[in-house]
């Protein structure tokens, strides 16, 4: 895994073959090994946490901020207070992706729905609507 980051972010015009990046990632996640139907998003979370330890073990990264964890790390953070002593708990837990829903507008195959584009913010404010209710 780490030779194949090196050549996809070496800034060099290099190819990876659809068949190196797939031996790669055998090698380096055996769950996925083979031609077995996986799902999409657990194959995304698995494959950026594996390329993020191999950045954090890499001696020239140490130190260093890791790039797959400023762009796809988070963290869900809640609060729950008691309503009879007054008291706060919080949780955090942390995440690579967020599940995301098309608002409702936009679960249609009317061509009208076409016109109109479904944009990153109002399908986190989705999101958030369904957590408050």
């Given at each position: 895994m780490h030779g194949l980051l090196r050549v996809l972010w070496s800034g060099k015009w290099a190819q990876v073959s659809p068949h190196g990046f797939l031996q790669a990632v055998w090698r380096a996640i055996p769950a996925f090994k083979g031609h077995l139907q996986h799902d999409a998003?657990?194959?995304?979370?698995?494959?950026?946490?594996?390329?993020?330890?191999?950045?954090?073990?890499?001696p020239q990264c140490k130190g260093l901020k890791n790039i797959i964890d400023q762009s796809f790390r988070?963290?869900?953070?809640?609060?729950?207070?008691?309503?009879?002593?007054?008291?706060?708990?919080?949780?955090?837990?942390?995440?690579?992706?967020?599940?995301?829903?098309?608002?409702?507008?936009?679960?249609?195959?009317?061509?009208?729905?076409?016109?109109?584009?479904?944009?990153l913010t109002g399908m986190l404010e989705t999101q958030v609507e369904s957590v408050w209710t």
């Open positions: 998003q657990e194959f995304l979370c698995e494959l950026l946490d594996k390329m993020s330890n191999e950045i954090q073990a890499l988070g963290e869900f953070v809640s609060q729950v207070t008691c309503k009879g002593c007054e008291s706060v708990s919080c949780c955090s837990e942390p995440f690579l992706d967020v599940s995301l829903e098309f608002p409702r507008r936009f679960q249609s195959t009317n061509s009208q729905m076409y016109k109109n584009m479904c944009h």
